[in-house]
Antibody, heavy 122, light 110 residues
Framework: QVQLQESGPGPVKPSQTLSLTCSVSGGSIGSDGSYWTWIRQHPGKGLEWIGYIYYRGATYYNPSLKSRVTISQDSSKNQFSLKVRSVTAADTAVYYC??????????????WGQGTLVTVSS | QSALTQPASVSGSPGQSITISCTGTSSDVGGYNYVSWYQQYPGKVPKLMIYDVSERPSGVSHRFSGSKSGNTASLTISGLQAEDEADYYCSSYTSSATVVFGGGTKLTVL
């Protein structure tokens, strides 16, 4: 059973960088073939796929966010991270870390974190 | 990538069947059998209901089924129950090796 838990520093000011970390248990970041994924949901809105990192370190991003987003992994800590640069109020959302299924190119999510609300405000 | 197109809302009475559509392009829904459906209650984490167009994860009711024709996928819920009232999202793998979600559909059980 894979478990994921998001963590982050709390509110972020406009123009700064949003940073979140996802701690994984029951799965191995660096070796099990999973697609470690970030998804967000604006308040009262739908789901938005941000991107994922494959266990070999390859990353794929939503084209609309690609210029501002970086996903990285720390296999030694079994964690992966999200950075969103130059944030605005439009980046206020619940951010989920999740596992994309390893057998279908990460096309579906079988395990989710609980989600963390990140507010961008001055 | 553009979001997949879903109806904003659908409704049905208990016991009835409803279908939610999810329309994309040949670069996503039409090009791969990697369409998934998620159920989300307010304030809760989404739950996978269907993957690979029509596969059900263990524990998901047989009342939920999925299908695809061309660039449109569908989720059908039969024998509608009050507990099915939730938001439903489709997603698809894309030709860019990314994933795209639909805008979501609010299901109301009358």
């Amino acid at each position: 059973q894979v478990q994921l838990q998001e963590s982050g520093p709390g509110p972020v000011k406009p123009s700064q960088t949003l940073s979140l970390t996802c701690s994984v248990s029951g799965g191995s970041i660096g070796s099990d073939g999973s697609y470690w994924t970030w998804i967000r949901q604006h308040p009262g809105k739908g789901l938005e796929w941000i991107g994922y990192i494959y266990y070999r370190g390859a990353t794929y991003y939503n084209p609309s966010l690609k210029s501002r987003v970086t996903i990285s992994q720390d296999s030694s800590k079994n964690q992966f991270s999200l950075k969103v640069r130059s944030v605005t109020a439009a980046d206020t959302a619940v951010y989920y870390c999740a596992r994309g299924d390893p057998y279908t190119s990460g096309s579906h999510i079988d395990y989710w974190g609980q989600g963390t609300l990140v507010t961008v405000s001055s | 990538q553009s979001a997949l197109t879903q109806p904003a809302s659908v409704s049905g009475s208990p016991g009835q069947s409803i279908t939610i559509s999810c329309t994309g392009t040949s670069s996503d829904v039409g090009g791969y059998n990697y369409v998934s459906w998620y159920q989300q209650y307010p304030g809760k984490v989404p739950k996978l209901m269907i993957y690979d167009v029509s596969e059900r994860p263990s524990g998901v009711s047989h009342r939920f089924s999925g299908s695809k024709s061309g660039n449109t996928a569908s989720l059908t819920i039969s024998g509608l129950q009050a507990e099915d009232e939730a938001d439903y999202y489709c997603s698809s793998y894309t030709s860019s090796a990314t994933v795209v979600f639909g805008g979501g559909t609010k299901l109301t059980v009358l």
